[in-house]
């Protein structure tokens, strides 16, 4: 059998800027991201990579945690905060983050003056698993089809049989 090789894609800075798109969390109000999906615009299927901006006063998601997959940041220029379980870690220009699973809660907060833009990216799996604790909630993917779950203290997880960890 053959192998079709694939050519390189080159995603041009005025292609990513007339792509960009705002994406707001549904469950923090205070969540406001303004970016550009690199990785799938590129045709990489299993690694997700973004180019994210995030306002003075904002945060990038909801407080969460991933069971499966592997997530990172790189700070190309300003300031922010890094929630991480218990702690706050100060991030800046030339940091890079990384979020091994299973992951503690984390949050990225913009709480400097000027907006903070990275470089974000992870793991495309077929299957995680993703806590919001302060929400409440359990989100489990696969796929593309996604359902949330209410995160009570001694609740299983919601299949039967399946050890996710």
């Given at each position: 059998?053959?192998?079709?090789?694939?050519?390189?894609?080159?995603?041009?800075?005025?292609?990513?800027?007339?792509?960009?798109?705002?994406?707001?969390?549904?469950?923090?109000?205070?969540?406001?991201?303004?970016g550009?999906?690199?990785?799938?615009?590129?045709?990489?299927?299993?690694?997700?990579?973004?180019?994210?901006?995030?306002?003075?006063?904002?945060?990038?998601?909801?407080?969460?945690?991933?069971?499966?997959?592997?997530?990172?940041?790189?700070?190309?220029?300003?300031?922010?905060?890094?929630?991480?379980?218990?702690?706050?870690?100060?991030?800046?220009?030339?940091?890079?983050?990384?979020?091994?699973?299973?992951?503690?809660p984390?949050?990225?907060?913009?709480?400097?003056?000027?907006?903070?833009?990275?470089?974000t990216?992870?793991e495309?799996?077929?299957?995680?698993?993703?806590?919001?604790?302060?929400?409440?909630?359990?989100?489990?993917?696969?796929?593309?089809?996604?359902?949330?779950?209410?995160?009570?203290?001694?609740q299983?997880?919601?299949?039967?049989?399946?050890?996710?960890?």
């Amino acid at each position: 059998m053959a192998l079709t090789r694939k050519h390189a894609c080159i995603i041009r800075a005025a292609e990513s800027t007339a792509s960009k798109a705002t994406f707001r969390h549904p469950w923090n109000p205070n969540s406001e991201m303004h970016g550009t999906i690199l990785g799938r615009a590129a045709g990489l299927f299993r690694t997700g990579v973004n180019l994210i901006r995030v306002p003075p006063g904002k945060e990038s998601f909801a407080y969460h945690a991933h069971l499966h997959e592997e997530e990172w940041i790189y700070v190309i220029s300003g300031r922010a905060v890094i929630e991480s379980g218990n702690t706050m870690h100060e991030i800046a220009a030339g940091d890079f983050i990384a979020f091994p699973t299973p992951s503690e809660p984390h949050l990225l907060r913009n709480n400097s003056a000027e907006e903070i833009v990275y470089l974000t990216g992870g793991e495309r799996s077929h299957f995680d698993v993703a806590d919001f604790p302060r929400d409440g909630k359990r989100m489990v993917r696969i796929g593309e089809r996604a359902t949330v779950y209410k995160l009570a203290e001694g609740q299983t997880f919601p299949f039967p049989g399946v050890d996710p960890f």
